[in-house]
């Protein structure tokens, strides 16, 4: 677990505990938990994520069983869109695409309930964070985060890397103009 946090702060993101899934319950114990296997372990949430390898070390016991959030925005330079296809969120990404171009090649993720996580670099001018700004479409950013690749969903499925669009096959590409004029004018 510790090796796949240490290459997460190697791509230079900011990480952070996020309780997992067993059983098809989330392992914080509520059994009415909305967020199952999607929650922050830590008093602070989102606060507490840290590229800082030391404090990571300090925090292995909590980092045991966990999935593994990535703070977006500033805090780790990107920017990521989320594609929900429960919500039609693929439909309409391609009907957008159609319509204004298709993505560059960037980093992307298989979310665990078969959605897609586009990373793209944070934009210097700065962007915020824009939750269903299209039905199946939210848009990560400051102050929020995205569940990074390995982790469990509660569906029973992994996070993982799309074949040969991790970090390590492809850089992360601008933000499309017109996808950033869409988020900024919703």
């Known amino acids: 677990m ?17 309780y997992s899934v067993m059983n098809s319950k989330c392992t914080c114990g509520k059994q009415d938990c909305k967020s199952v296997g999607k929650h922050p372990k830590t008093q602070n ?3 507490d994520a840290t590229d ?12 045991m069983g966990s999935n593994i959030g990535i703070a977006t925005g500033m805090a780790s330079g990107i920017v990521v869109l989320d594609v929900d296809p ?10 957008l695409t159609a ?11 298989i979310s665990g309930g078969n959605g897609m996580h586009y990373y793209f670099k944070y934009p210097k001018s700065g962007i915020m964070t824009r939750n269903a700004f299209r039905p ?4 990560k950013s400051d102050y ?14 992994i996070y993982k890397w799309k074949d040969g669009a991790s970090p390590n ?13 869409l988020i900024i004018n919703s």
């Open 52 to 63: 800082n390898i030391k404090i990571i070390k300090e925090m292995s016991e909590l980092w």
């Open 86 to 95: 429960r919500d039609d969120g693929d439909e309409l990404l391609s009907v």
């Open 2 to 18: 510790l090796d796949q946090i240490y290459q997460y702060i190697a791509y230079g993101y900011s990480v952070f505990p996020v």
């Open 99 to 109: 319509q204004y171009g298709e993505f560059p090649k960037t980093v992307t993720a």
């Open 169 to 181: 096959d492809v850089p992360l590409a601008p933000l499309p103009d017109w996808l950033s004029n």
């Open 45 to 47: 949430g989102i606060s």
């Open 144 to 157: 929020d985060w995205i569940i990074a690749p390995r982790s469990l969903h509660a569906s029973g499925n």
């Open 136 to 139: 199946g479409l939210d848009f």
